[in-house]
């Protein structure tokens, strides 16, 4: 912006009247984006702070407070806790749930966009696909439930991670789409030319190119399920119950454990936190430069 | 190496015919270049002979054998894509022994077949980047070098040089020659440059439409087009184009509007009738004299090595292509004596 003013000519652009200078449109785009941040962070920051404060600091509302760990030792440590083992949970599901969507979703991407299947094929399950998503998923959890009880699915891993990985696997399939359409044809041509066979071509040649994209959708995957609440509160029990329950939990029928509820939500941010950080370097672009032109 | 034949290839999307009943004979050994405009269905073809695309009706035959149904990993060829299509994640000498890699060979073979390449190649330095850090010409010497480890019976190339610079494209048209002469395999290469075509080929073919208009060298192609569009696509600056008039009388003449005639290398049926002549074969005389047309200059180009000329003559433009330094001006006027056997009439109607 400040070098488009250092070669601002006055007879190009007729003044207008209440033209701002750049300073001043500097400022106001600042305000708005701070707006913006303090929008997405406060409640971030109300909780995280809120996890150090005692129940009495809390309700007075106290603004000013001598942190403290309590909320954290009765989550992690007292004995009637699940904190920890809904954390354990989380993770396996949230795992297992992640690599089963990437399997399926990349796979049926290559299928689709790479292997000409007729116009329709390609429509009719796109189509499903985004119905599917737009679907609440509390209105599937009641019969999720009935069928997973008949067939003993229900308060197990293996059911929920098939509830989630089934939720889940649309938007992957949308997000593996783009991804995969975004290698050139050319080198899927290439690589039959040099001999390969289909899964040779996914393995060698379409994997290594799309891996930012895993990564990505992977992320993504990993917080949705890590996050869902209504098909989990159906499907499981307190052995099975994950992270999102064990919150719930803290909100009792005569009085809710704010300090508890507020810790355990700190500690629940933890894991995408550090996916995220951990996977960012996979997150670049521009992996296909050099392929082609 | 293996001799290419396609009997009657055709192929359709729906109802649009891309290619329509091409029958070609390729030696072993030739270098054959396909050559059309844009959507004459030249890279569809050589798809087609790669297995990258189905044949809807007709033979295609690699050594002898149809190859109608057999993947393009099993026709015994290697294409070269107009984008290089190299796999971004691997560097060269990966780029180059993927498919060595596919076919269970070991690393030391790999290895050395790499270098022979890349000996040939000149990549012995770049073996280890990546194509992002290649420069253009480096990533089609990949390409071709990927193309050459395989040891095809057919090279397809599939417009290899246009994504490259003037002078680069010229330099590596000179590289192709060389490698097709040390490597003698059958090559197919598509291209819609026609210097390309006339100096790498053994034989041109001529699309338009899907269809063949004129298989030959390329001086036969050059000299004896079989209609103006073949006349009109070869050679620069292009072939005249008139529009005569042939009498029933002399039908080894086509006539201006004007009454002077111009000789034909062969008689032509009487009517009106296109007439190409070459930029080259006129010579020019500052007076009248048998045989010689006067016409005015109209634009005068000097080129250092030789002059074009647009003269006028009866309302057409004629372009003249002289290899003497002219001492001439806009408005003077000339007296043209043409070649009278480099002189075609060619049915009305095709011209391009």
Same mark, same amino acid.
């Given at each position: 912006?400040? =070098?488009?003013?250092?070669? =601002?000519?006055?007879?190009?652009?007729?003044?207008?009247?209440?033209?701002?200078?750049?300073?001043?449109?500097?400022?106001?785009? =600042?305000?708005?984006?701070?707006?913006?941040?303090?929008?997405?962070?406060?409640?971030?920051?109300?909780?995280?702070?809120?996890?150090?404060?005692?129940?009495?600091?809390?309700?007075?509302?106290?603004?000013?407070?001598?942190?403290?760990?309590?909320?954290?030792?009765?989550?992690?440590?007292?004995?009637?806790?699940?904190?920890?083992?809904?954390?354990?949970?989380?993770?396996? *599901?949230?795992?297992?749930?992640?690599?089963?969507?990437?399997?399926?979703?990349?796979?049926?991407?290559?299928?689709?966009?790479?292997?000409?299947?007729?116009?329709?094929?390609?429509?009719?399950?796109?189509?499903?696909?985004?119905?599917?998503?737009?679907?609440?998923?509390?209105?599937?959890?009641?019969?999720?439930?009935?069928?997973?009880?008949?067939?003993?699915?229900?308060?197990?891993?293996?059911?929920?991670?098939?509830?989630?990985?089934?939720?889940? /696997?649309?938007?992957?399939?949308?997000?593996?789409?783009?991804?995969?359409?975004?290698?050139?044809?050319?080198?899927?041509?290439?690589?039959? *030319?040099?001999?390969?066979?289909?899964?040779?071509?996914?393995?060698?040649?379409?994997?290594?190119?799309?891996?930012?994209? $895993?990564?990505?959708?992977?992320?993504?995957?990993?917080?949705?399920?890590?996050?869902?609440?209504?098909?989990?509160?159906?499907?499981?029990?307190?052995?099975?119950?994950?992270?999102?329950?064990?919150?719930?939990?803290?909100?009792?029928?005569?009085?809710?454990?704010?300090?508890?509820?507020?810790?355990?939500?700190?500690?629940? *941010?933890?894991?995408?936190? /550090?996916? /995220? $950080?951990?996977?960012?370097?996979?997150?670049?672009?521009?992996?296909?430069?050099?392929?082609?032109? | 190496?293996?001799?290419?034949?396609? %009997?009657?290839?055709?192929?359709?999307?729906?109802?649009?015919?891309?290619?329509?009943?091409?029958?070609?004979?390729?030696?072993?050994?030739?270098? +054959?270049?396909?050559?059309?405009?844009?959507?004459?269905?030249?890279?569809?073809?050589? #798809?087609?002979?790669?297995?990258?695309?189905?044949?809807?009706?007709?033979?295609?035959?690699?050594?002898?054998?149809?190859? %109608?149904?057999?993947?393009?990993?099993?026709? !015994?060829?290697?294409?070269?894509?107009?984008?290089?299509?190299?796999?971004?994640?691997?560097?060269?000498?990966?780029?180059?022994?993927?498919?060595?890699?596919?076919?269970?060979?070991?690393?030391?073979? #790999? #290895?050395?077949?790499?270098?022979?390449?890349?000996?040939?190649?000149?990549?012995?330095?770049?073996?280890?980047?990546?194509?992002?850090?290649?420069? !253009?010409?480096?990533?089609?010497?990949?390409?071709?070098?990927?193309?050459?480890?395989?040891?095809?019976? +057919?090279?397809?190339?599939?417009?290899?040089?246009? %994504?490259?610079?003037?002078?680069?494209? +010229?330099?590596?048209?000179?590289?192709?020659?060389?490698?097709?002469?040390?490597?003698?395999?059958?090559?197919?290469?598509?291209?819609?440059?026609?210097?390309?075509?006339?100096?790498?080929?053994?034989?041109?073919?001529?699309?338009?439409?899907?269809?063949?208009?004129?298989?030959?060298?390329?001086?036969?192609?050059?000299?004896?087009?079989?209609?103006?569009?073949?006349?009109?696509?070869?050679?620069?600056?292009?072939?005249?184009?008139?529009?005569?008039?042939?009498?029933?009388?002399?039908?080894?003449?086509?006539?201006?509007?004007?009454?002077?005639?111009?000789?034909?290398?062969?008689?032509?049926?009487?009517?009106?009738?296109?007439?190409?002549?070459?930029?080259?074969?006129? &010579?020019?005389?500052?007076?009248?004299?048998? !045989?010689?047309?006067?016409?005015?200059?109209? +634009?005068?180009?000097?080129?250092? @090595?030789?002059?074009?000329?647009?003269?006028?003559?009866?309302?057409?433009?004629?372009?003249?292509?002289?290899?003497?330094?002219?001492?001439?001006?806009?408005?003077?006027?000339?007296?043209?004596?043409?070649?009278?056997?480099?002189?075609? &009439?060619?049915?009305?109607?095709?011209? @391009?």
């Amino acid at each position: 912006m400040t =070098h488009a003013s250092d070669t =601002h000519q006055p007879l190009a652009t007729p003044q207008r009247r209440f033209a701002l200078t750049d300073g001043q449109v500097a400022v106001i785009r =600042h305000l708005i984006l701070m707006s913006f941040a303090l929008v997405v962070l406060f409640p971030f920051f109300w909780i995280v702070s809120a996890a150090f404060k005692t129940q009495i600091d809390l309700l007075m509302g106290r603004i000013l407070f001598e942190p403290n760990l309590d909320g954290f030792t009765k989550v992690i440590f007292d004995k009637t806790s699940d904190f920890l083992r809904n954390f354990g949970n989380s993770m396996v *599901i949230g795992a297992i749930s992640t690599f089963l969507v990437l399997v399926i979703a990349t796979l049926a991407a290559f299928s689709l966009y790479r292997l000409q299947w007729p116009g329709w094929v390609l429509h009719s399950l796109l189509g499903w696909s985004v119905i599917f998503h737009m679907v609440p998923p509390i209105t599937l959890a009641g019969a999720w439930y009935s069928m997973f009880r008949s067939v003993g699915l229900d308060n197990t891993y293996s059911g929920i991670i098939l509830a989630h990985t089934t939720l889940h /696997l649309p938007m992957a399939l949308w997000m593996m789409g783009v991804f995969v359409r975004d290698v050139p044809k050319e080198l899927v041509e290439a690589a039959q *030319i040099d001999g390969a066979k289909v899964p040779h071509i996914l393995w060698h040649v379409v994997l290594p190119i799309v891996r930012p994209g $895993l990564a990505a959708t992977g992320i993504l995957t990993f917080i949705f399920s890590w996050n869902e609440f209504p098909v989990v509160l159906v499907l499981s029990q307190r052995q099975t119950a994950t992270v999102p329950l064990g919150i719930g939990k803290y909100a009792q029928e005569n009085t809710i454990a704010f300090t508890e509820m507020a810790a355990a939500s700190t500690l629940s *941010i933890l894991p995408a936190f /550090l996916l /995220l $950080l951990f996977a960012q370097r996979f997150i670049v672009r521009g992996l296909t430069s050099g392929a082609v032109k | 190496m293996a001799h290419v034949r396609l %009997n009657n290839l055709s192929k359709s999307y729906g109802k649009v015919d891309v290619i329509k009943d091409v029958s070609l004979d390729i030696k072993d050994g030739e270098f +054959v270049v396909l050559i059309g405009p844009s959507g004459c269905g030249k890279s569809t073809l050589l #798809r087609m002979i790669a297995g990258l695309e189905s044949i809807t009706s007709g033979t295609l035959q690699i050594g002898g054998a149809p190859m %109608n149904d057999v993947p393009p990993r099993d026709r !015994g060829i290697s294409m070269v894509f107009q984008s290089y299509a190299l796999y971004p994640h691997m560097n060269s000498a990966d780029n180059m022994s993927f498919s060595l890699k596919l076919a269970g060979e070991d690393e030391p073979q #790999r #290895r050395s077949k790499v270098d022979r390449a890349a000996d040939i190649l000149g990549l012995g330095p770049y073996l280890d980047r990546l194509p992002k850090q290649l420069s !253009g010409g480096q990533r089609q010497r990949v390409a071709m070098g990927r193309a050459i480890v395989r040891k095809p019976e +057919v090279f397809l190339f599939d417009e290899p040089l246009s %994504n490259l610079d003037a002078k680069l494209r +010229v330099k590596m048209r000179a590289e192709l020659k060389e490698l097709h002469q040390k490597l003698k395999t059958t090559t197919i290469y598509v291209t819609h440059d026609q210097v390309e075509a006339m100096t790498l080929a053994d034989r041109i073919v001529v699309l338009r439409d899907g269809e063949i208009e004129q298989i030959g060298t390329p001086l036969e192609l050059y000299d004896n087009p079989a209609n103006a569009f073949v006349g009109a696509f070869l050679g620069s600056p292009t072939m005249n184009l008139l529009d005569l008039e042939v009498s029933a009388e002399n039908p080894s003449e086509a006539r201006f509007s004007d009454g002077e005639a111009l000789r034909l290398a062969a008689p032509a049926a009487p009517g009106r009738a296109t007439v190409g002549i070459r930029p080259e074969c006129f &010579a020019l005389q500052s007076e009248a004299g048998s !045989g010689a047309l006067r016409a005015e200059v109209v +634009v005068v180009e000097p080129t250092g @090595a030789s002059t074009e000329l647009v003269v006028r003559k009866a309302g057409q433009n004629i372009t003249v292509l002289s290899h003497e330094r002219l001492a001439i001006n806009p408005g003077d006027s000339v007296w043209l004596v043409p070649n009278a056997e480099r002189v075609h &009439a060619f049915p009305d109607g095709a011209a @391009a």
